[in-house]
């Protein structure tokens, strides 16, 4: 009697486990998908009003295919460069000339009366007359140039197919590779996990590079010396999250970094220092996953937004109260 007691006892214990696996098994996908650790992007996304200390004042629509680089020269004349072609705005925002190119562009720099276009792993260089001056091949089938900055004496190129910048003389020579490991020296290496790698000349001529996968901005000299550098890490308005941000960058006239990202969609200001100052645009006004937005900043120091998504440059002017 009591070993069928015993037997019934177990019995009732295992459909009692039994009972509960099922209703783990056919429990709703909504609770047995909860990921206590999982970062609330929506909530990221919220920017409160008073934090953001830029408004739109205008919008140019160039009807551009692949609408992909912008850059503006000294004289606030606009580039724009896409797919078979890049368009030049003069300063009131009048388009006054179309180059045609025959390649699709990922990336524009401005020299004096030239343009220099990356596509894919190749520099093609334009005069304003849509006369192709040259053509620098890639270095090897890895490259995809993402970034182009020109000085009087240098073009700066970020190659990030092979995790590196490279800097010609104005004839195309190679000079030389700026950016390879080298811990004596405190160069980390490039982390380049998607193709985001930019880069900009600062008003005393100085070298900034985006290290996107480490978010670091890094200063270089003219002899590829690694100077400075500043990281900012952080999944608030701070710093930056994800892979590889920021994206792209551009400068303000006291040194202050513009910044855009992927996976968070915003604009923000950092100061020279890489503290966070105020956000220029909001993710709100971008299409949900836009990524390739390019920056770039005129003499006023009015922010420029290319949007490719909705193929629009967004312009951005400082609050009177900020």
Known sequence: ???????????????VVVAFMVRDFFSSTEESSFNPYEYDLAKLKQVDPAQ???KEVGQIFPEIEGLAGI????????????DNEVKIYNAEH???????????????????????????????????????????????????????????????????????????????????????????????????PSPYFDLLLGHYGELWVVNPGRHRFERYNDNG????????????LDGFSGCCNP??????????????EKGIERIKIHQPTGDFLTVVAPPSLFKEGTTGIDLAVDSNDRIYVLDPVQGVIRIFELKENI
């Open 225 to 236: 010396e690694l100077v400075s550098s500043w990281q900012r890490t952080s999944m608030g």
């Open 71 to 82: 850059a503006i020269d000294s004289d606030d004349n606009i580039y724009l460069a896409g």
């Open 247 to 260: 994206s792209n960058i551009a400068m303000l006239s006291n040194g202050s970094f513009v910044t855009s």
């Open 1 to 15: 009697m009591k070993q069928k007691l015993i037997l019934w006892i177990s019995v009732v214990a295992l459909l």
């Open 94 to 192: 009048n388009l006054e000339k179309t180059i045609s190119t025959s390649q699709k562009s990922r990336c524009i720099g401005v020299g004096e009366n030239k343009v220099y276009l990356g596509a894919e792993g190749r520099i093609a260089i334009f005069d304003f007359d849509s006369n192709r001056q040259a053509v620098w091949n890639s270095v090897n089938e890895k490259s995809v140039i993402t970034s182009i900055a020109v000085s009087k004496k240098f073009v700066y190129v970020a190659d990030a197919g092979n995790r590196i910048v490279y800097q010609y003389d104005h004839s195309g020579k190679l000079i030389s590779e700026i950016g390879r490991k080298d811990i004596g020296k405190g160069i980390l290496g490039f982390k380049i």
């Open 52 to 54: 953001i200390g830029y």
